[in-house]
């Protein structure tokens, strides 16, 4: 059984950073891509980035150049560095690993606050 632990969020005013981190605990192999996800508040779920076990890796619009994300396959650990944080980047981030072989599963992390004051 996997489990994603993610820590790393918490209030900073915007124009600042965070990192936040996510790893996995279990065996991990095959074809996967690990990142993350955000909800705020009466919208839905939605990418911010993620890296696949390839290296490739995919943004959402809105946080290109601000954010990079990266993993360590040896610690099974996904990182998100924020920079640049505006207020609308306040959300609920929630970390995943989608198994694409050799089955399909998602797993997610339990989430961790991101605010961002203006």
């Known amino acids: 059984q996997v489990q994603l632990v993610e820590s790393g969020g918490g209030l900073v005013q915007a124009g600042g950073s965070l990192r936040l981190s996510c790893t996995a605990s279990?065996?991990?192999?095959?074809?996967?891509?690990m990142g993350w996800y955000r909800q705020a508040p009466g919208k839905q779920r939605e990418l911010v980035a993620a890296?696949?076990?390839?290296?490739?890796?995919n943004y959402a619009d809105s946080v290109k150049g601000r954010f990079t994300v990266s993993r360590d396959n040896a610690k099974n650990t996904v990182y998100l560095q924020m920079n640049s944080l505006k207020p609308e980047d306040t959300a609920v981030y929630y970390c995943?690993?989608?198994?694409?072989?050799?089955?399909?599963?998602?797993?997610w992390g339990q989430g961790t606050q991101v605010t961002v004051s203006s």
């Open positions: 995943n690993l989608r198994i694409q072989w050799p089955y399909k599963y998602d797993y």
């Open positions: 279990g065996i991990i192999g095959g074809t996967n891509t």
């Open positions: 890296e696949a076990s390839g290296g490739s890796t």
